[in-house]
């Protein structure tokens, strides 16, 4: 079983869209998190989310916005998308509490606005 | 500064021989430090986490955490082709966020 898991694999997409990826964990942890990785490769939180909190990094423009439907999904939104979006997207989980907080990723979703 | 930092590589190794992989932080109150290994289209893997100073041993992976001087270090022993990848350190800060540094690649020749 595929403990984090996101869809589409491949988005391509047109300037001024609006898109969503999803992503479901059945780990049960209850913290998500989004993460961008451009083309240099350098990985970026976006998100981090529980049923309680929701920190969202001071960089990410406002027109991403995740929506969580419930503790094991954590939704993507993108609206009007830009060229500057093209990069892979990563969804990940973790348990809250004690030390650990270790975080496990999903496969991606690789974007490309056109 | 970038808050965690990495020599990008490539790291050449030999097969058989130990890589060394070092990672320095900013944030003095981090606790939390972990390595995470991507292969190329691949999502980060976490492979070792440290929490106190000093050595963590898993398998033929080696942890190495040292706060005063704030680094954190990987020890890959008898390194092997399947070893050849980006290893990614992060770092758990205070203000509830893992950063990632820009990651080393590694390369280990048959």
């Known amino acids: 079983d595929t403990a984090v898991s996101q869809t589409p694999k491949y988005l391509v997409t047109q300037m001024g869209n609006d898109k969503s990826i999803k992503c479901e964990q059945n780990l049960g942890h209850d913290t998500m998190y989004w993460y961008k990785q451009d083309s240099k490769k350098f990985l970026k939180i976006m998100f981090s989310y529980n049923n309680k909190e929701l920190i969202i990094n001071e960089t990410v423009p406002n027109r991403f916005s995740p929506k969580s439907p419930d503790k094991a999904h954590l939704n993507l939104h993108i609206n009007s998308l830009e060229l500057g979006d093209s990069a892979v997207y990563f969804c990940?989980?973790?348990?809250?509490?004690?030390?650990?907080?270790?975080?496990?990723f999903g496969p991606g979703t690789r974007l490309t606005v056109t | 500064q970038k808050e965690v930092e990495q020599n990008s590589g490539p790291l050449s190794v030999p097969e058989g021989a130990i890589a060394s992989l070092n990672c320095t932080y900013s944030?003095?109150?981090?606790?939390?430090f972990f390595w995470y290994r991507q292969y190329s289209g691949k999502s980060p893997e976490l492979i070792m986490s440290i929490y106190s100073n000093g050595d963590k041993e898993d398998g033929r992976f080696t942890a190495q955490l040292n706060k005063a001087s704030q680094y954190v270090s990987l020890l890959i022993r008898d390194s092997q082709p399947s070893d050849s990848a980006t290893y990614l350190c992060a770092v758990y800060n205070a203000g509830n966020m893992l950063t990632f540094g820009g990651g080393t690649r590694l390369m280990v020749k048959p």
């Open positions: 944030d003095r109150g981090s606790q939390s």
């Open positions: 990940a989980s973790s348990q809250e509490g004690g030390q650990g907080y270790e975080q496990y």
